[in-house]
């Protein structure tokens, strides 16, 4: 009973679905406010992300007669689905995540079903701006995914386990993994951010280019649980960097250890705010250069290293 | 490859005011290009002829919502001319004032919209938060932050004490360094570079054969300004250059409109600190002696030509407008062609095109 009970907090309350949309309406909050503030602009109350969340559900919602009704109603579930079910391995603070060998491949793999859900949406929703922004979409998972899956092979390499939480205690008596490889860190945020669709890779979504992309057509409902997705999935994808690289909530002192988790969680969300800031949006090819001729690359390279030096 | 329709306009994030674009792309390379205009038109020049000259003055004003103080001074001048009239130094320097500023504001709203177009939102709020400068200053002359009501025919209707001469001067310090901020941007910036660089591409041949002015002509290496090649008002009392760059790019359309925010910069200077004394208008005659007459002022976006004909009457036969605008929607063919639709944004906005004044 009580095993039961304790599976059912872990699962709704913590670190379930509502620490983690708690999590992702905060982080989200923080974005707005540390980009407006470095934008000379004074940034919206904490609340905010709550309110537009509200005010979309309660929103009325219309679909063109050309959109394909099911797939636009199931796609945002299956996105957000997809998403919640990732975080379950992810270990936040102390927590101890079901992990088995290789729970590192299955997050990574259900991180990446929102992108095809995404371009689903965009070629479904039955307009023209969506159709062009899934297929960017697309292209762009093409670029981003393979240095991001190769960068966090790294870690796992070093380690010897494919599981996060191994990856992460390990760090507890070792350097953190950003020191021995920065690099693979910096394909890792990169990747990151391209994922997602962060400037200056908001390719899929450029509104001055193409409306909202593939989420064009949404409304309501619908476009809520989008972008209650999105913003989850920013937070898992932080927490999962955080675990492989940053070595979890692992400091060397005496400190609470969701509190040292929450402070990296919030310097990496920093990191991508100034991001954000800093850069005017890449087009396409620009970005599929990018990836394939610089961040893959790159990413083998400190692969190779990892094999070469770190094992042998 | 499929070919699939984009519209862009009459309603369309990219742009600020209505115009359609039909745009054929296959994947994502423009193939063809449809442009519809007119959605802005007002009849304004047939309301001309129902006012009369002084009337006019605030139709004219309203032609445009951002270079609107251009517009009233190439009106007024043209009547002044109508009517021989010599208008006072001292209101030639604050209408020359005036059109600078408004010059600094149309470039420094015009680089926040390329920016946002290309994802820049940070030069985007920057540059639109340094503009409430140059809009203060306006405001606090003549009562309005767009629509100025500083022109009259035979002079102005603002003045400015030496007190108020040095909070401006101090100001326009301020504004230095951050347009010198927004070019730093443009020159280092690598992602900028890479958005703006070799697109909606015009050469001078090109730019000579669509007649463009302004700006975009300059930055195809054409070396027209009238400001320096027929001066009107005090330009030909002040010092400044004008900026040509040849790559014909939004990228050199950039780089001129930027430097010239910097050359207006020293020319309100300029005009501030030799502000001369004397009355700020002459009185108009009653008439307006029959002729026609053409009056020419550069823009922030280049060449603006006013034709008034007058019979005799106390409105005018015709008054006909020629902005700048136009030739450029003209070239616009020839700059979306064979580029990738996301890089359309930049390309309109690199022309900075006024539809309101080009539809009337």
């Known amino acids: ?312 | 490859m499929s070919r699939i329709t984009i519209p862009i306009g009459p309603q369309h994030p990219a742009l600020k005011e209505p115009l359609s674009l039909l745009l054929t792309a296959e994947g994502e390379r423009i193939v063809e290009s449809t442009l519809r205009i007119g959605y802005a038109h007002r009849g304004l020049e047939r309301i001309f002829q129902n006012r009369n000259y002084v009337q006019n003055i605030h139709i004219v004003e309203r032609v445009c919502g951002i270079c609107s103080h251009v517009h009233t001074t190439a009106y007024c001048q043209g009547v002044e001319a109508l009517l021989g009239l010599q208008v006072p130094p001292r209101a030639l320097y604050l209408r020359t004032l005036l059109c600078e500023l408004e010059r600094i504001h149309s470039h420094l709203l015009w680089l926040g919209v390329l920016a946002e177009h290309i994802g820049f939102t940070t030069v985007f709020m920057y540059t639109w938060r340094d503009r409430e400068i140059v809009l203060d200053i306006m405001e606090e002359l003549s009562g309005g932050r767009v629509a100025h009501a500083v022109n009259a025919i035979g002079g102005v209707r603002i003045d400015i004490d030496s007190e108020h001469i040095d909070s401006i001067l101090a100001r326009l310090d301020d504004l230095e360094r951050q347009i010198d901020t927004f070019l730093g941007v443009v020159l280092h910036e690598h992602t900028f570079q890479v958005r703006t660089h070799a697109i909606g591409r015009l050469t001078a041949e090109q730019a000579r054969r669509y007649c463009v002015v302004g700006p975009v002509a300059r930055a195809s290496g054409i070396d027209v300004d009238l400001r320096r090649d027929e001066p009107y008002a005090v330009y030909d009392q002040l010092d400044f250059r004008v900026i040509v760059a040849h790559e014909g790019d939004v990228w050199a359309r950039t780089m001129v409109r930027t430097m010239e925010s910097v050359e207006s910069l020293q020319m309100c200077r300029q005009l501030l600190r030799n502000l001369p004394d004397g009355p700020l208008a002459v009185r108009a005659p009653r008439h307006v002696p029959a002729g026609e007459v053409i009056s020419r002022c550069e823009a922030p976006r280049g060449e603006l030509v006013y034709y008034i004909r007058s019979d005799g009457s106390d409105r005018p036969a015709r008054v006909k407008v020629r902005t700048p605008t136009l030739p450029s929607l003209a070239a616009l063919a020839e700059q979306l062609q064979d580029i990738n639709t996301a890089d359309v944004p930049a390309v309109l906005a690199g022309v900075d095109l006024c539809i309101a004044c080009a539809d009337r």
């Open chain 1, 1 to 312: 009973m009580t095993d039961c009970l304790s599976a059912l907090f872990s699962l709704l309350i913590f670190p379930g679905f509502a620490f983690l949309l708690l999590c992702a309406l905060a982080f989200q909050w923080i974005d707005r406010l540390v980009v407006a503030r470095l934008q000379g602009r004074v940034g919206p109350p904490w609340y905010q992300p709550l309110a537009d969340l509200i005010k979309l559900l309660a929103k009325e919602d219309v679909l063109p007669t050309e959109a394909h009704e099911l797939a636009c109603a199931a796609l945002p579930m299956v996105s957000l689905a997809a998403v919640l079910t990732a975080a379950l391995y992810i270990p936040v603070g102390k927590h101890s995540a079901p992990s088995f060998e290789g729970d590192l491949i299955v997050v990574l793999f259900l991180l990446s079903i929102p992108a095809l859900a995404y371009f689903l949406a965009g070629w479904l929703s039955g307009s023209v701006f969506s159709v062009v922004g899934g297929n960017r979409s697309l292209l762009q998972y093409f670029s981003y995914e393979v240095p991001f899956l190769m960068a966090l092979s790294g870690p796992a390499i070093l380690s010897g386990s494919w599981s996060i939480a191994q990856i992460t205690a390990q760090q507890s008596h070792a350097p953190w993994i950003v020191l021995v490889q920065p690099l693979g860190f910096f394909l890792a945020l990169t990747g990151l951010i391209g994922k997602l669709k962060r400037s200056p890779f908001d390719i899929p979504k450029a509104k001055s280019e193409i409306g909202a992309g593939p989420l064009t057509e949404f409304s309501g409902r619908k476009l809520a649980l989008w972008q209650l997705s999105l913003h989850i999935k920013t937070a898992v994808g932080i927490f999962l960097l955080v675990d492989v690289f940053l070595g979890g909530a692992s400091i060397g002192l005496p400190a609470p250890a969701i509190l040292v988790f929450g402070i990296k969680a919030l310097l990496v969300l920093l990191v991508l705010s100034l991001v954000d800031v800093l850069y005017a949006r890449l087009r396409i090819d620009q970005l599929v250069n990018l990836g394939w001729r610089v961040l893959a690359p790159l990413a083998l390279v400190q692969v190779l290293v990892v094999i070469l030096i770190g094992v042998g």
